[in-house]
Protein backbone atom coordinates (compact mmCIF):
# COMPACT_ATOMS: atom_id res chain seq x y z
CA UNK A 1 0.00 0.00 0.00
CA UNK A 2 1.59 3.35 -1.16
CA UNK A 3 0.80 6.34 1.23
CA UNK A 4 1.99 10.15 0.74
CA UNK A 5 2.58 10.97 4.41
CA UNK A 6 6.41 11.84 5.01
CA UNK A 7 7.77 10.36 8.28
CA UNK A 8 9.04 13.27 11.07
CA UNK A 9 12.28 11.34 10.70
CA UNK A 10 11.90 12.37 6.89
CA UNK A 11 10.75 15.27 7.48
CA UNK A 12 13.98 16.42 9.92
CA UNK A 13 15.89 15.90 6.99
CA UNK A 14 14.34 17.94 4.48
CA UNK A 15 13.86 20.70 6.61
CA UNK A 16 17.38 20.64 7.59
CA UNK A 17 18.23 20.58 3.64
CA UNK A 18 15.75 23.45 3.42
CA UNK A 19 17.26 25.61 6.17
CA UNK A 20 21.01 24.88 4.46
CA UNK A 21 19.82 25.42 1.27
CA UNK A 22 17.34 28.43 1.56
CA UNK A 23 19.59 30.40 4.31
CA UNK A 24 23.25 29.27 2.39
CA UNK A 25 23.01 28.31 -0.59
CA UNK A 26 19.90 30.57 -2.19
CA UNK A 27 21.79 33.51 -0.97
CA UNK A 28 25.34 32.83 -2.82
CA UNK A 29 23.76 31.54 -6.24
CA UNK A 30 24.11 34.58 -7.78
CA UNK A 31 27.21 35.49 -7.04
CA UNK A 32 28.70 32.34 -7.46
CA UNK A 33 26.84 32.15 -11.00
CA UNK A 34 28.61 35.37 -12.31
CA UNK A 35 32.09 34.43 -10.65
CA UNK A 36 31.95 30.55 -11.80
CA UNK A 37 33.48 29.75 -8.34
CA UNK A 38 33.27 26.44 -6.91
CA UNK A 39 32.62 26.87 -3.16
CA UNK A 40 34.75 24.93 -1.28
CA UNK A 41 33.54 26.10 1.99
CA UNK A 42 29.60 25.78 1.24
CA UNK A 43 30.30 22.41 0.30
CA UNK A 44 32.28 21.73 3.93
CA UNK A 45 29.11 22.84 5.37
CA UNK A 46 26.88 20.50 3.20
CA UNK A 47 29.25 17.77 4.44
CA UNK A 48 29.72 18.71 7.79
CA UNK A 49 25.75 18.52 8.23
CA UNK A 50 25.74 15.40 6.74
CA UNK A 51 23.55 16.33 3.16
CA UNK A 52 26.41 14.81 1.04
CA UNK A 53 26.48 10.67 0.05
CA UNK A 54 23.72 9.96 1.62
CA UNK A 55 22.94 6.88 -0.26
CA UNK A 56 26.46 5.42 1.15
CA UNK A 57 25.21 2.41 3.81
CA UNK A 58 25.91 3.24 7.56
CA UNK A 59 28.60 0.37 7.56
CA UNK A 60 30.81 2.18 5.43
CA UNK A 61 30.11 5.39 7.39
CA UNK A 62 27.09 6.95 5.42
CA UNK A 63 23.24 7.61 6.71
CA UNK A 64 22.54 4.84 4.63
CA UNK A 65 18.95 7.27 3.18
CA UNK A 66 16.75 5.67 1.09
CA UNK A 67 15.90 7.01 -2.31
CA UNK A 68 12.96 8.57 -1.48
CA UNK A 69 14.76 10.85 1.75
CA UNK A 70 17.56 11.75 -0.31
CA UNK A 71 14.67 12.96 -3.08
CA UNK A 72 13.80 15.19 -0.21
CA UNK A 73 17.19 16.56 0.36
CA UNK A 74 17.91 17.02 -3.73
CA UNK A 75 14.68 18.82 -3.77
CA UNK A 76 15.50 21.47 -1.61
CA UNK A 77 19.13 21.72 -2.86
CA UNK A 78 18.12 22.23 -6.32
CA UNK A 79 15.59 25.24 -4.46
CA UNK A 80 19.22 26.78 -3.23
CA UNK A 81 21.27 26.16 -6.64
CA UNK A 82 21.24 23.03 -8.96
CA UNK A 83 25.19 24.56 -10.06
CA UNK A 84 26.22 24.16 -6.11
CA UNK A 85 23.90 20.69 -6.41
CA UNK A 86 25.98 19.02 -9.26
CA UNK A 87 28.67 18.28 -7.31
CA UNK A 88 26.48 16.32 -5.19
CA UNK A 89 25.18 14.43 -7.61
CA UNK A 90 28.20 13.52 -9.29
CA UNK A 91 29.26 12.02 -6.35
CA UNK A 92 25.99 10.41 -5.75
CA UNK A 93 26.38 8.90 -8.97
CA UNK A 94 30.05 7.81 -8.42
CA UNK A 95 28.97 6.22 -4.83
CA UNK A 96 25.65 4.53 -6.58
CA UNK A 97 27.92 2.16 -8.83
CA UNK A 98 30.02 0.92 -6.13
CA UNK A 99 26.90 0.95 -3.72
CA UNK A 100 25.47 -1.08 -6.31
CA UNK A 101 28.35 -3.50 -7.77
CA UNK A 102 31.53 -2.83 -5.79
CA UNK A 103 32.75 -5.62 -3.55
CA UNK A 104 33.32 -5.62 0.45
CA UNK A 105 36.75 -4.34 -0.48
CA UNK A 106 35.86 -1.77 -2.90
CA UNK A 107 33.40 -0.38 -0.59
CA UNK A 108 35.38 0.01 2.30
CA UNK A 109 38.13 1.42 0.23
CA UNK A 110 36.18 3.79 -1.81
CA UNK A 111 32.74 5.02 -0.30
CA UNK A 112 33.83 4.94 3.29
CA UNK A 113 36.47 7.74 2.89
CA UNK A 114 33.77 10.28 1.44
CA UNK A 115 32.07 10.13 4.49
CA UNK A 116 35.01 10.50 6.63
CA UNK A 117 36.40 13.95 5.45
CA UNK A 118 35.20 16.55 2.54
CA UNK A 119 35.72 14.82 -0.74
CA UNK A 120 34.62 14.01 -3.98
CA UNK A 121 33.97 11.62 -6.87
CA UNK A 122 33.62 11.81 -10.74
CA UNK A 123 31.20 9.35 -12.78
CA UNK A 124 33.34 9.28 -16.62
CA UNK A 125 31.17 8.11 -18.97
CA UNK A 126 30.64 10.46 -21.83
CA UNK A 127 33.13 11.11 -24.83
CA UNK A 128 33.86 13.19 -28.12
CA UNK A 129 31.85 11.03 -30.29
CA UNK A 130 29.58 8.83 -27.53
CA UNK A 131 27.11 11.14 -25.37
CA UNK A 132 24.21 9.66 -25.98
CA UNK A 133 25.42 6.36 -28.72
CA UNK A 134 27.75 4.21 -26.25
CA UNK A 135 28.05 2.00 -28.57
CA UNK A 136 30.72 4.52 -30.13
CA UNK A 137 32.98 4.79 -26.80
CA UNK A 138 36.40 4.92 -27.60
CA UNK A 139 38.10 4.38 -24.40
CA UNK A 140 39.13 1.44 -23.55
CA UNK A 141 40.94 -0.62 -20.87
CA UNK A 142 43.22 -3.27 -21.55
CA UNK A 143 43.98 -6.38 -19.60
CA UNK A 144 48.03 -6.48 -19.17
CA UNK A 145 48.74 -9.13 -16.12
CA UNK A 146 46.99 -8.09 -12.85
CA UNK A 147 46.40 -4.89 -14.45
CA UNK A 148 44.09 -2.84 -16.69
CA UNK A 149 45.77 -0.20 -19.06
CA UNK A 150 43.02 2.78 -19.45
CA UNK A 151 43.66 4.66 -22.29
CA UNK A 152 41.00 7.75 -24.09
CA UNK A 153 39.00 10.90 -23.18
CA UNK A 154 35.98 11.55 -21.24
CA UNK A 155 34.33 14.50 -21.73
CA UNK A 156 32.38 17.18 -19.58
CA UNK A 157 33.44 15.24 -16.24
CA UNK A 158 32.05 17.07 -13.40
CA UNK A 159 34.19 17.13 -10.19
CA UNK A 160 36.70 15.69 -12.78
CA UNK A 161 39.79 18.04 -11.07
CA UNK A 162 38.18 17.54 -6.70
CA UNK A 163 37.30 14.21 -7.42
CA UNK A 164 39.79 11.76 -5.25
CA UNK A 165 38.82 9.41 -7.69
CA UNK A 166 36.55 8.12 -10.64
CA UNK A 167 34.52 5.84 -11.68
CA UNK A 168 35.09 5.00 -15.20
CA UNK A 169 33.56 2.85 -17.90
CA UNK A 170 35.76 2.09 -20.84
CA UNK A 171 35.91 -0.66 -23.21
CA UNK A 172 37.11 -3.90 -23.00
CA UNK A 173 36.07 -5.78 -25.96
CA UNK A 174 34.72 -3.70 -28.95
CA UNK A 175 33.53 -6.50 -30.88
CA UNK A 176 30.64 -7.31 -27.86
CA UNK A 177 28.91 -3.45 -28.26
CA UNK A 178 27.18 -2.95 -24.79
CA UNK A 179 28.22 -5.72 -23.68
CA UNK A 180 31.88 -4.93 -24.34
CA UNK A 181 31.70 -1.88 -21.50
CA UNK A 182 33.22 -2.15 -18.15
CA UNK A 183 33.45 -0.21 -14.93
CA UNK A 184 36.21 0.85 -13.04
CA UNK A 185 37.56 2.55 -9.99
CA UNK A 186 40.27 5.20 -11.08
CA UNK A 187 42.21 7.11 -8.68
CA UNK A 188 42.90 10.70 -9.28
CA UNK A 189 46.11 10.76 -8.36
CA UNK A 190 48.02 9.70 -11.32
CA UNK A 191 50.34 11.50 -13.15
CA UNK A 192 48.66 9.70 -16.51
CA UNK A 193 45.31 11.89 -16.34
CA UNK A 194 45.87 15.15 -17.66
CA UNK A 195 42.68 17.31 -17.12
CA UNK A 196 41.63 19.87 -18.87
CA UNK A 197 40.81 23.50 -18.30
CA UNK A 198 37.60 24.37 -16.56
CA UNK A 199 34.36 24.46 -18.57
CA UNK A 200 33.28 27.61 -19.51
CA UNK A 201 28.89 27.22 -19.29
CA UNK A 202 25.72 28.61 -19.83
CA UNK A 203 24.24 27.64 -16.45
CA UNK A 204 25.43 25.52 -13.49
CA UNK A 205 28.28 28.18 -13.33
CA UNK A 206 29.27 26.60 -9.60
CA UNK A 207 30.00 23.77 -10.88
CA UNK A 208 33.30 22.31 -12.12
CA UNK A 209 33.31 20.33 -15.32
CA UNK A 210 36.75 19.12 -17.45
CA UNK A 211 37.48 17.35 -20.09
CA UNK A 212 39.72 13.83 -18.56
CA UNK A 213 42.27 12.47 -20.97
CA UNK A 214 43.73 8.89 -19.26
CA UNK A 215 46.92 8.45 -21.00
CA UNK A 216 47.75 4.77 -20.35
CA UNK A 217 46.38 4.62 -16.35
CA UNK A 218 47.24 1.44 -14.61
CA UNK A 219 44.70 0.22 -12.72
CA UNK A 220 45.10 -3.48 -10.73
CA UNK A 221 42.37 -5.64 -11.87
CA UNK A 222 40.64 -5.45 -7.89
CA UNK A 223 39.71 -1.83 -9.07
CA UNK A 224 37.43 -3.02 -11.65
CA UNK A 225 33.26 -2.71 -10.77
CA UNK A 226 31.59 -6.30 -11.18
CA UNK A 227 32.45 -8.60 -14.39
CA UNK A 228 33.97 -7.14 -17.60
CA UNK A 229 30.97 -6.73 -19.62
CA UNK A 230 28.73 -5.50 -17.12
CA UNK A 231 29.57 -1.53 -16.75
CA UNK A 232 26.13 -0.61 -19.13
CA UNK A 233 24.31 -2.90 -16.45
CA UNK A 234 26.29 -1.51 -13.75
CA UNK A 235 25.11 2.15 -15.17
CA UNK A 236 21.22 1.34 -15.55
CA UNK A 237 21.19 0.38 -11.86
CA UNK A 238 23.01 3.00 -10.64
CA UNK A 239 21.12 5.35 -12.75
CA UNK A 240 17.74 4.09 -10.84
CA UNK A 241 18.56 5.40 -8.00
CA UNK A 242 20.44 8.57 -9.10
CA UNK A 243 17.48 9.88 -11.71
CA UNK A 244 14.77 10.26 -9.15
CA UNK A 245 17.68 12.36 -7.28
CA UNK A 246 18.08 14.30 -10.49
CA UNK A 247 14.25 14.78 -11.06
CA UNK A 248 13.88 16.25 -7.71
CA UNK A 249 16.72 18.69 -8.21
CA UNK A 250 14.83 19.85 -11.09
CA UNK A 251 11.27 19.98 -9.05
CA UNK A 252 13.52 22.36 -6.21
CA UNK A 253 14.60 24.47 -9.23
CA UNK A 254 11.30 24.61 -10.49
CA UNK A 255 9.57 25.28 -7.25
CA UNK A 256 12.37 28.40 -7.09
CA UNK A 257 10.55 29.40 -10.06
CA UNK A 258 7.36 29.10 -9.56
CA UNK A 259 8.21 31.48 -6.05
CA UNK A 260 9.92 34.11 -7.92
CA UNK A 261 6.92 34.29 -10.39
CA UNK A 262 4.29 34.44 -7.69
CA UNK A 263 5.76 37.06 -5.38
CA UNK A 264 6.79 38.83 -8.45
CA UNK A 265 3.10 38.83 -10.09
CA UNK A 266 1.73 39.94 -6.75
CA UNK A 267 4.01 43.14 -6.37
CA UNK A 268 3.67 43.85 -10.27
CA UNK A 269 0.58 46.21 -11.30
CA UNK A 270 -0.30 46.55 -14.82
CA UNK A 271 -3.81 48.27 -15.83
CA UNK A 272 -4.28 49.22 -12.00
CA UNK A 273 -4.17 45.36 -10.48
CA UNK A 274 -1.50 43.03 -9.62
CA UNK A 275 -0.76 40.74 -12.93
CA UNK A 276 -1.28 37.81 -10.74
CA UNK A 277 -4.93 39.23 -11.92
CA UNK A 278 -4.67 38.56 -15.04
CA UNK A 279 -5.91 35.25 -15.88
CA UNK A 280 -3.29 34.42 -18.84
CA UNK A 281 -0.61 34.97 -15.86
CA UNK A 282 -2.78 32.81 -13.61
CA UNK A 283 -2.94 30.09 -15.72
CA UNK A 284 0.81 30.56 -15.96
CA UNK A 285 0.96 30.03 -12.32
CA UNK A 286 -1.31 27.15 -11.70
CA UNK A 287 0.20 25.19 -14.62
CA UNK A 288 3.74 25.59 -12.49
CA UNK A 289 2.12 24.35 -9.27
CA UNK A 290 0.86 21.15 -10.89
CA UNK A 291 3.34 20.33 -13.19
CA UNK A 292 5.44 20.83 -9.70
CA UNK A 293 2.94 18.36 -8.01
CA UNK A 294 3.08 15.78 -11.01
CA UNK A 295 6.65 15.82 -11.26
CA UNK A 296 7.25 15.43 -7.17
CA UNK A 297 4.82 12.75 -7.07
CA UNK A 298 6.53 10.71 -10.29
CA UNK A 299 9.64 10.97 -8.22
CA UNK A 300 8.65 9.99 -5.34
CA UNK A 301 6.91 6.63 -7.19
CA UNK A 302 10.53 6.18 -8.88
CA UNK A 303 12.41 6.17 -5.48
CA UNK A 304 9.58 4.00 -3.88
CA UNK A 305 10.29 1.36 -6.66
CA UNK A 306 13.77 1.84 -5.99
CA UNK A 307 13.78 1.15 -1.93
CA UNK A 308 11.54 -1.72 -2.36
CA UNK A 309 13.92 -3.01 -4.84
CA UNK A 310 10.81 -3.51 -7.61
CA UNK A 311 11.48 -3.17 -11.59
CA UNK A 312 11.45 0.38 -11.74
CA UNK A 313 14.02 1.65 -14.78
CA UNK A 314 11.34 2.94 -16.64
CA UNK A 315 9.55 4.97 -13.93
CA UNK A 316 12.97 5.99 -12.87
CA UNK A 317 13.59 7.12 -17.13
CA UNK A 318 9.92 8.66 -16.36
CA UNK A 319 10.17 10.95 -13.52
CA UNK A 320 13.58 12.17 -14.40
CA UNK A 321 12.62 13.28 -17.96
CA UNK A 322 9.09 14.76 -17.07
CA UNK A 323 10.74 16.03 -14.63
CA UNK A 324 13.91 18.05 -16.23
CA UNK A 325 11.29 19.26 -19.30
CA UNK A 326 8.97 20.41 -16.65
CA UNK A 327 11.63 22.60 -14.70
CA UNK A 328 12.50 24.36 -18.14
CA UNK A 329 9.18 25.39 -18.85
CA UNK A 330 8.32 26.45 -15.34
CA UNK A 331 11.28 28.71 -15.77
CA UNK A 332 11.13 29.74 -18.82
CA UNK A 333 7.30 30.88 -18.17
CA UNK A 334 8.85 32.66 -14.74
CA UNK A 335 10.93 34.60 -16.79
CA UNK A 336 7.72 35.78 -19.17
CA UNK A 337 5.84 36.54 -15.91
CA UNK A 338 9.01 38.98 -15.58
CA UNK A 339 8.68 40.40 -18.57
CA UNK A 340 11.38 42.55 -19.20
CA UNK A 341 12.69 42.51 -15.97
CA UNK A 342 12.67 38.17 -16.40
CA UNK A 343 15.55 38.37 -19.00
CA UNK A 344 17.78 40.77 -17.19
CA UNK A 345 20.60 39.08 -14.98
CA UNK A 346 19.68 41.97 -12.11
CA UNK A 347 16.49 39.60 -11.60
CA UNK A 348 17.04 35.84 -10.35
CA UNK A 349 14.74 33.73 -12.51
CA UNK A 350 17.08 33.91 -16.16
CA UNK A 351 19.83 31.65 -14.17
CA UNK A 352 16.98 29.39 -13.38
CA UNK A 353 16.20 29.08 -16.93
CA UNK A 354 20.01 28.54 -17.78
CA UNK A 355 20.68 25.99 -15.04
CA UNK A 356 17.18 24.28 -16.33
CA UNK A 357 18.52 23.65 -19.26
CA UNK A 358 21.46 21.66 -18.38
CA UNK A 359 19.45 19.08 -16.55
CA UNK A 360 17.91 18.50 -19.80
CA UNK A 361 20.90 17.34 -21.11
CA UNK A 362 23.57 15.93 -18.26
CA UNK A 363 23.69 12.77 -17.70
CA UNK A 364 21.36 11.60 -21.04
CA UNK A 365 19.57 14.14 -22.69
CA UNK A 366 15.63 14.07 -22.03
CA UNK A 367 15.30 13.70 -25.82
CA UNK A 368 17.19 9.84 -25.67
CA UNK A 369 15.78 9.26 -22.45
CA UNK A 370 12.19 9.73 -24.10
CA UNK A 371 13.54 7.63 -26.80
CA UNK A 372 14.58 5.04 -24.21
CA UNK A 373 11.17 5.19 -22.82
CA UNK A 374 9.39 4.14 -25.99
CA UNK A 375 11.62 1.62 -27.02
CA UNK A 376 11.05 -0.06 -23.28
CA UNK A 377 7.17 0.80 -23.88
CA UNK A 378 7.68 -1.00 -27.45
CA UNK A 379 9.70 -3.97 -26.23
CA UNK A 380 12.11 -3.40 -28.74
CA UNK A 381 15.55 -2.78 -28.65
C1 LIG B 1 28.08 20.71 -17.71
C2 LIG B 1 28.12 19.27 -18.11
C3 LIG B 1 28.44 18.32 -17.17
C4 LIG B 1 28.51 16.98 -17.54
N1 LIG B 1 28.90 16.06 -16.60
C5 LIG B 1 29.13 14.78 -17.01
C6 LIG B 1 29.70 13.83 -16.10
O1 LIG B 1 29.96 14.11 -14.93
N2 LIG B 1 29.96 12.59 -16.56
C7 LIG B 1 29.70 12.22 -17.85
O2 LIG B 1 29.96 11.07 -18.21
N3 LIG B 1 29.15 13.10 -18.72
C8 LIG B 1 28.87 14.37 -18.33
N4 LIG B 1 28.34 15.27 -19.22
C9 LIG B 1 28.07 14.85 -20.60
C10 LIG B 1 26.56 14.72 -20.86
O3 LIG B 1 26.04 13.64 -20.13
C11 LIG B 1 26.38 14.59 -22.39
O4 LIG B 1 26.63 15.87 -22.93
C12 LIG B 1 24.98 14.12 -22.75
O5 LIG B 1 24.80 12.77 -22.40
C13 LIG B 1 24.70 14.28 -24.25
O6 LIG B 1 25.70 13.70 -25.03
P1 LIG B 1 26.37 14.52 -26.22
O7 LIG B 1 26.73 15.87 -25.70
O8 LIG B 1 27.43 13.70 -26.81
O9 LIG B 1 25.19 14.73 -27.25
P2 LIG B 1 24.89 13.83 -28.54
O10 LIG B 1 24.85 12.40 -28.15
O11 LIG B 1 25.83 14.22 -29.62
O12 LIG B 1 23.45 14.32 -28.91
C14 LIG B 1 23.21 15.52 -29.64
C15 LIG B 1 21.69 15.68 -29.80
O13 LIG B 1 21.17 14.57 -30.56
C16 LIG B 1 20.14 13.92 -29.83
N5 LIG B 1 20.22 12.48 -30.10
C17 LIG B 1 21.34 11.71 -30.16
N6 LIG B 1 21.01 10.43 -30.40
C18 LIG B 1 19.65 10.38 -30.47
C19 LIG B 1 18.69 9.34 -30.68
N7 LIG B 1 19.05 8.07 -30.86
N8 LIG B 1 17.38 9.66 -30.68
C20 LIG B 1 16.99 10.93 -30.49
N9 LIG B 1 17.85 11.96 -30.29
C21 LIG B 1 19.15 11.69 -30.27
C22 LIG B 1 20.44 14.25 -28.37
O14 LIG B 1 19.24 14.18 -27.60
C23 LIG B 1 20.95 15.67 -28.48
O15 LIG B 1 19.87 16.56 -28.55
C24 LIG B 1 28.22 16.60 -18.86
C25 LIG B 1 27.84 17.56 -19.80
C26 LIG B 1 27.80 18.88 -19.44
C27 LIG B 1 27.43 19.90 -20.50
Same mark, same amino acid.
Given at each position: ?89 A???A??AL???G???Q??RF??P ?5 SFAAFCLDERTA ?6 LKCTATRVGDEYVIQGQKLCVTNGVTARWHCVIACTNP ?5 GLTAFIVPAENENIATGR ?11 SRNLTFQGVKVPAEFRIG?E +??G @? $?I?? *?????? =?? &???? /? !? ?30 ? +??? @? $???? *?????? =?? &???? /? !? ?51 ? !? ?25
Open positions: MTDFKISDEQKQYQQLARDFAQKEVAPEAGRLDHSGEFPTPLYKKAWELGLMNVLIPEEYGGLGLKVLEACLISEEMGAGCTGFGAALENNLAAIVANEEKKLQLTQELGSDLFDEAEHEKLSLLGHRASDE +GE @L $ACT *KAFKLT =RP &LMGS /A !AVGLARSAMEHAIRYAKERNTFGTPIANHQAV +GFM @L $ADMA *KDIEAA =RL &LCWQ /A !AWLADNGLPGTREAAIARTFAVDMAMKVAIDAVQVFGGYGYSCEYPVEKLMRD !AKMMQIQHGTSTLQKAAIGRLMAGVH
